[in-house]
């Protein structure tokens, strides 16, 4: 089993659609939750960052975390497309020196 | 403040061979970690620098292997190249200006090995 579990899609939604994206997680010592959005052929942007549990709003974007049932969020409202992207999750614990990713969802939202 | 940058941008090599990829970590960030992205993965950690030694690795052979310069740029060496070794490879950093979990990723270079 992966220690971070991401469904790849591909996800299309209509242009001002609110998007939902998910990942699941198996080590209850991951802390510090990331989301990634990564373009065609380019390195991964970070997006938002979430320590513990607890929402994050950012513009359109909210980040939550569920620590008691390992699940991550990522929500974006009025949805553009030029979100059309990858997003990767992706997460760590205290001391560790590395990120565990999920695989990344492709979304294209359609104009 | 610049960004991270790698070279080269695309990378094309035979089986067998040896390749050297490089980074420059953004100004300030004194640490530096390597990823591999295969298509359709998200990225796997290799290994990290930190002050010009290797602190942890990920599950990848000895045949990987990396240095960090002074001015914290850093280089990721493949040798005997496999089939399987073709992906994007991402360099990453982060320092006292970030946060340790906060790590900012290079364009990647586009390793073919045919």
């Known amino acids: 089993q992966k220690e971070v579990e991401q469904d790849p899609g591909p996800l299309s939604v209509p242009e001002g659609a609110i998007v939902s994206l998910n990942c699941t997680y198996s080590n209850s010592a991951f802390q510090y939750f990331m989301w990634y959005r990564q373009y065609s052929r380019k390195g991964p942007e970070l997006l938002m960052y979430t320590y513990s549990s607890g929402n994050k709003e950012d513009g359109r974007f909210t980040a939550q975390v569920d620590k008691s049932s390992k699940y991550i969020s990522l929500f974006i409202r009025d949805s553009q497309p030029s979100d059309s992207a990858t997003y990767l999750c992706?997460?760590?614990?205290?001391?560790?020196?590395?990120?565990?990713f999920g695989t990344g969802t492709r979304l294209t939202v359609i104009p | 403040e610049t960004g991270v940058t790698q070279s080269p941008t695309h990378l094309i090599k035979t089986r067998g061979q040896q390749v050297t990829l490089r980074c420059s970590s953004q100004?300030?960030?004194?640490?530096v970690s390597w990823y591999q992205q295969a298509l359709g993965q998200g990225p796997q950690f290799i290994f990290q620098?930190?002050?010009?030694?290797?602190?942890g690795r990920g599950n990848f052979p000895p045949r990987f292997s990396g240095l960090q310069f002074p001015n914290y740029s850093s280089e990721l060496n493949v040798n005997a190249l496999e089939l399987d070794d073709s992906a994007l490879y991402l360099c990453a950093s982060y320092g006292a200006t970030s946060g340790g979990d906060e790590q900012f990723f290079g364009p990647g270079t586009r390793l073919t090995v045919l």
């Open positions: 992706a997460m760590t614990r205290t001391g560790a020196n590395n990120l565990f």
């Open positions: 100004s300030g960030h004194n640490t």
């Open positions: 620098y930190y002050r010009e030694e290797e602190n």
